[in-house]
């Protein structure tokens, strides 16, 4: 075998290695941060159960996912306590207390904020993803399409074939801008909304597999 040829060879060899690891790391890493999660939280709700309700006193074996249960039907139930006006009350005030720590109060906001984007109807009500050119010429930034027509006194007073599209920013995308922009200055991308926010609250790291244009 030539040096060339095992030059090559340990070249394959090594992008193989390469590759592997990029196919099993995220996916062993995913496995072990669930498992040790649900671990956690299996922990932590056991000690709400007293002890003479606890699943091992009538079942002999361990149930796994039973913390995991539970704490969804103690989600459920705080959801349904803060729908009250009661609940709603001391949301209020738990923000309210919230505010007035400095690091912590920006820490909440930004969570809270993520979790309404993808959990809330907020992100359903955008059709789809676009690239328009902000905040000048030359410029591409992407964006959310509110609107494919805007109507009303807008579209009668510049008497153009505007969109609505909402122009989101980095890394908070409940935060932004609404601007109106002519349809034939808008790039349709073929990118979910769901992956359009990814790519957003990532700053660009988390790129959706398809970004080809639409004809």
């Not at 796994?64 to 009250?84: A, E, K, S, Y």
């Not at 993808?118 to 050119?133: A, G, H, I």
């Not at 109106?180 to 992956?195: A, G, H, R, T």
Request: glycine residues 6%; contains cysteine; positive net charge.
């Amino acid at each position: 075998m030539t040096d060339n040829m095992q030059t090559k060879f340990w070249r394959k060899l090594k992008n193989y290695l390469l590759t592997g690891v990029i196919v099993v790391a995220p996916v062993a890493i995913t496995a072990y941060m669930s498992y040790h999660l649900v671990v956690w939280i299996n922990e932590v709700t056991s000690r709400l159960i007293p002890q003479q309700w606890r699943i091992g006193n009538f079942v002999p074996y361990a149930v796994p996912g039973l913390g995991l249960i539970l704490l969804i039907v103690i989600l459920i139930f705080i959801g349904m306590f803060t729908t009250g006006w009661a609940g709603k009350f001391f949301v209020r005030l738990w923000e309210k207390i919230i505010r007035k720590m400095p690091v912590v109060s920006s820490f909440y906001s930004l969570m809270k904020q993520i979790f309404e984007t993808f959990l809330s109807q907020k992100s359903r009500s955008f059709s789809e993803v676009v690239l328009v050119q902000y905040p000048r010429p030359g410029m591409w930034t992407i964006a959310f399409v509110s609107k494919d027509q805007t109507q009303g006194e807008i579209a009668d007073k510049t008497k153009q074939n505007l969109m609505s599209i909402y122009v989101p920013t980095t890394p908070n995308p409940t935060s932004g801008f609404l601007i109106f922009v002519p349809q034939n200055d808008v790039i349709k991308l073929d990118m979910s909304v769901e992956d359009g926010i990814k790519y957003v609250l990532s700053c660009g790291i988390v790129t959706p597999e398809t970004l080809e244009i639409r004809d």
